[in-house]
């Protein structure tokens, strides 16, 4: 192996490589943080959930499906609602990438009622892994849901996976 450097050396070499170090430690933490931020963005936000709809959007374009966005636009939500809307539509992307019909088609909308705000989603499915993957996805989300007083609805039949999630919203927002 190599002999360690001289004790008289070693200070001249932190002195002289220390600056450069510093600096990628600090480039390198900075684009950590802008990848956590790019990739889990913040659900407390103001129109956190229109920025992860868009997100959802382009995720699922990227992962070869064609996608119909039906939304013409998300209202903003209380906190608590908003933060599991986001959730939600993380959930459905990522059920959607992993048990859709590779090269099929999504469906992507959202409704509003008076006091309710709807997300759904219908997607090509090949019957590949038709199998409940282990994980708490959909079950979990319809407990987080209906303790926010919404419900979670999700049907696998004809070829087809619908997932339809209603959150309370309020009258004004």
């Known amino acids: ?53 868009r997100r959802s959007l382009e995720v699922l374009g990227s992962a070869g499906f064609e996608v119909v966005d039906a939304a013409p636009s998300l209202p903003g939500l209380d906190s608590a609602v908003e933060r599991e809307a986001v959730r939600v539509v993380r959930e459905a992307t990522s059920n959607i990438c992993k048990h859709g019909a590779s090269g099929g088609r999504v469906v992507a909308a959202s409704s509003l009622g008076a006091d309710t705000m709807t997300l759904s989603w219908l997607s090509d499915h090949d019957g590949r892994n038709a199998e409940p993957g282990g994980g708490l996805g959909l079950a979990g989300m319809a407990e987080r849901a209906k303790r926010l007083g919404g419900s979670v609805q999700a049907v696998l039949e004809d070829g087809c996976f619908r997932l339809r999630v209603t959150l309370p919203r309020p009258a004004d927002a």
């Open 1 to 53: 192996g190599a002999a360690p450097p001289d004790e008289a050396v070693a200070p001249a070499l932190r002195e002289a490589v220390g600056p450069d170090v510093d600096l990628m430690v600090d480039v390198a933490t900075a684009g950590a943080q802008e990848l956590r931020s790019a990739m889990q963005p913040r659900a407390d936000e103001p129109a956190a959930l229109a920025r992860e709809w």
